[in-house]
């Protein structure tokens, strides 16, 4: 695609646009006292940014938790006591199920810390301090670089950094870069390895609405859950042990009762995972009709197929809980972000900012690299259309298809590495409970359906020249039958079962796992996958220059704008208010939902709207206690204009006082496409109310005990909200 300067675009369109999104950006916390804390205290914080981010003081971030690198997390007692979302602990609750005590389905409360469950391999981390290391590392990148030379010297350098940020401390860190290579800053923890399962609602309350309800507003949500971090004596990291003790941590946050009004100011704290905010009006294409589309596709055909399977078996419910449910929240955000791409003319957005960008570059002599940028970039999006559905393909119906692959490549060095082992019975035992932790979940029949529907549509719907070696052996030597390959595979593989790996340790014969069906598969899968990557080099090199120049470049061509760096699961601040909106024409939705429209939805043939009898009876009598609203309701979820994605689910969001009032765990249908263009009139945070959370663990739970350890703050009484 050749790009043209328009005529002069109006630079005032843009930056109004910029100015009314006045609570885009999720911003370093280091850096909010300088770019954002007088607009912030502006619209109601009462706190000065020293009381939000201090590496020499308690300040609010010192509460906030990076929860097993997936979510955030907040503590809110001075034991350790963490709150999350529910379908942040999902999984550790599903590990804790059975079909006798089925917890995802009824619920779990611990009565007693010896009640609280471990979790190994769940960890917490809390941010020690951030650096900006820019100048560090630009010194050392020279301009004939090549853009895979500047990774590995950045790398270099960050790793360097890191060791001299942790050695002789319990600390961990790493070095991410922003902006697509302009600025890097260093990051420290304190990780924490002892993270126990305190409290979680049944689905019907924690995971009300289901699939149907997921990404849309109004929501009757109370999605969280409770878990608590453990230390050991001297309140340092320690693997499990019964020696531990509760983390006292350096701050926590007060919860307050008071709940929120329209205007209410809002802070979010967490982790949020990815953005794509520069992302190009090509890419935006390639997204909407290659990239989406076939992530859904094969996402829509994993579903079905695991459906049908657990809503036939409890069991199998309870093992594939976890791995269904982040299925499907991708599946139905891509559906939505085609959708709200279209919708909101974000294409169109784009190319107005690129062409703003364009008479900047080529208004100057001196800045030929910049107007080259954006045929850099549309060179590599034309490289790679023709490849996008088969390496979505290779990561979706291959790599994250069936489970039996990947659980045979990881396994399958591991049981090779066996043949020189200086630590053979160490060796082994570390590789059985690796098979462990795999068979805990593995469903072989599900498994075996899996492989059999997506490597059909890989083969039907991907050129046999993008396809894995292996499907070219099913073709020659198999007469083009798949179901040899897959009951190969899956009846005699040593992958297939823990039985077959307990029979091949006893013997260890090393020349078997070269002709193994499944390790065959395995590697045909990674290979590709190894082989798309060195392809993709020179598209690589184009691809990070261009958006490494484009967005140096557009920070400079619009130098009124304050740009925040896309997420890329750092620590991170976003600000707004409290806020109903207009999803369409003539509709209008409320700022907050009540029980009522739980019962509402209610509908006992679904299992996605089924009430439990216990909330019903609380309802009919209204006996909410002092979580009760003004008006006497009990308020479940609101929603604000904070900015937010992926990995923010569990943050906490903080009134202007610093007292938790709500966890966030979505974002809102309409502006789905807020990932890649932020929609300043219609972009939504869906939050739990606190006082729903705290409702359900006291009056519908009984366990008060977790009310007593907090922080609960009250002021005078607010003026009625409006019905």
Known sequence: MKRFVVGIVTISLILSSASASAHEGMWLPMLI???????????????????????NNASIKDAIVSLGGFCTGEIISDQGLMLTNHHC?????????????????????????????????????ILVRMEDVTDIVMAELKEDMTEAQRASKAKEIG??????????????????????????????????????????????????????????????????SMFRIYADAEGNPSDMSPENVPLTPKHHLPVSLNGVQEGDFT????????TDRFLTSTGIEQAINLFNPTVVEIREQKLAIMKQAMDADDAVRIALASN??????????????????????????????????????????????????????????????????????????????????LYAYRLGRMLGALESSEELEDDKLSILQYAEDHFSEFQPDVDRKLAYALWSMWMENIPENQQPAIFAEVRDSMQGDLAALVNEVYDNSVYSSKAALESWMENMDFESLSDDMGGRVATSFIMTYFGVQRGNAEVREKMEKGYRLFTDGLRKAMPEKVFAPDANSTLRLTWGVVG??????????????????????EDASNSEFVVPERLKTLYNAKDYGQYADENGDLIVNFISNNDITGGNSGSPVINGDGA?????????????????????????????????????????????????????????KRRKRRK
Request: aromatic share 14%.
């Open 33 to 55: 006292k300088r770019l954002n804390i007088t607009e912030m205290q502006a619209n109601g914080l009462n706190l000065t940014a020293e009381e939000l981010y201090d590496i």
């Open 89 to 125: 602990g999902y999984d550790a609750i599903r590990s804790h199920s059975t079909v006798e005590n089925d917890y995802l389905t009824d619920g779990f409360w611990a009565m007693t810390r010896e009640e609280e469950r471990t979790n190994p391999g769940l960890t917490a981390a």
């Open 159 to 224: 790793d360097s950094l890191v060791t001299i940020a942790t050695e002789n401390t319990s600390y961990n860190g790493y070095m991410r870069s922003f902006f697509h290579n302009n600025e890097y800053y260093l990051f420290v923890f304190n990780t924490y390895k002892d993270v126990r399962l305190v409290g979680a609602p049944p689905s019907s309350v924690g995971k009300y609405g289901g699939d149907t309800d997921n990404w849309m507003w109004p929501r009757h949500t109370g999605d969280f």
């Open 267 to 274: 802070m979010v704290f967490g982790f949020p995972g990815s």
């Open 324 to 405: 269904y449910a982040s299925t499907a929240n991708y599946w139905k955000y891509f559906i939505g972000q085609t959708e709200q791409l279209k919708k909101n003319r974000v294409k169109a957005k784009k190319e107005t900012i690129e062409a703003t960008y364009l008479n900047w570059a080529n208004a100057d002599e001196g800045r030929s690299d910049y107007a080259g940028a954006l045929d850099l970039l549309d060179e590599a999006y034309s490289l790679t259309d023709e490849n996008v559905k088969s390496q979505v393909y290779l990561q979706e119906a291959g790599i994250r298809g069936a489970s039996l692959p």
């Open 580 to 601: 109903s909106y207009d999803p369409q024409d003539a509709v209008h939705y409320d700022y907050i939902t009540s029980i009522d429209g739980v019962m509402q939805k």
């Open 660 to 716: 938790l009032i709500g966890t966030a765990f979505d974002g809102n249908w309409e502006a789905m496409s807020g990932d890649i263009f932020f929609e300043d009139k219609l972009q939504r945070t869906i939050s739990v109310d606190i006082r729903y959370t705290l409702f359900i663990i006291d009056k519908y739970a009984g366990a008060s005990h977790l009310i007593d350890e907090m922080t609960l703050v009250k002021k005078k």
